[in-house]
């Protein structure tokens, strides 16, 4: 079965501090992705990477940042936390498909408050 | 913008009954996929159809995907109350850059 984990489940962080959240896939897939959910804008897409060291923004990029060293590891970075990036944070990965965007599967999320 | 939209919102039936969630999106797509959330956890992916397929089942899952109408429907034959969770449709556009995923229709199954 597919593994993909997430550092950590609950999260406490203050303004402006700098956080990592890591995530970990065991199934060689190129493709790893970030979510932000939010309670009535569902799942939006801050950050994909399709390879590594490559990144693409996604929707709302902005605040964040990536960084895909390992094809197992992508890492999401806020630089300075702030109380609007109060989230549930998901993971995910898949395989590169041949033109499409196929079968995605997430980690367990990190819920993210920032006081 | 949001290419996939679930409806109803919210459904609430009695185990054993049937329950039926729609889902709406606008443009051409490659495939369009089903998710299901449990509360506070991850999304796990049910079901997956190519727009050159009309129905595909998985256990008690069955979809069904209509092109023309650029919809979607899961239907979950009789519902248990483990089936209480959020169902997602997410769409791959012919167009897109990314899988799009709709808002969600939260179900609940009374026991």
């Known amino acids: 079965d597919v593994k993909v984990t997430q550092s950590s489940r609950y999260l406490v962080k203050r303004t402006g501090e700098k956080v990592f959240l890591e995530c970990v896939q065991d199934m060689d897939h190129e493709n790893m992705f970030w979510y932000r959910q939010d309670p009535g804008l569902g799942l939006r897409l801050i950050y994909f990477?399709?390879?590594?060291?490559?990144?693409e923004k996604g929707d709302i990029p902005e605040g964040y940042s990536v960084s895909r060293e390992k094809k197992e590891r992508f890492s999401l970075i806020l630089e300075s936390a702030s109380t609007n990036q109060t989230s549930m944070y998901l993971c995910?990965?898949?395989?590169?498909?041949?033109?499409?965007?196929?079968?995605?599967?997430f980690g367990p999320g990190t819920r993210l408050l920032v006081l | 913008s949001q290419q996939g939209e679930e409806d109803p919102q919210a459904l609430s039936i009695q185990e054993g009954e049937n329950a039926t969630m729609n889902c709406s999106y606008k443009?051409?797509?490659?495939?369009l996929q089903w998710y299901r959330q449990n509360s506070g956890r991850g999304l796990v992916h049910l079901i997956l159809?190519?727009?050159?397929?009309r129905e595909k089942h998985s256990g008690r899952l069955r979809v069904t995907l209509d092109t023309s109408k650029k919809s979607s429907s899961l239907l979950i034959t009789a519902s248990r109350a483990a089936d209480t969770a959020s169902y997602f449709c997410?769409?791959?556009?012919?167009?897109?850059?990314?899988?799009?995923f709709g808002e969600g229709t939260q179900l609940t199954v009374n026991p």
């Open positions: 995910a990965s898949s395989f590169l498909g041949g033109g499409a965007w196929e079968t995605q599967y």
């Open positions: 997410a769409t791959d556009e012919t167009s897109g850059s990314r899988l799009t």
């Open positions: 990477s399709y390879d590594v060291k490559m990144k």
């Open positions: 159809i190519r727009s050159n397929e």
């Open positions: 443009t051409s797509i490659n495939n």
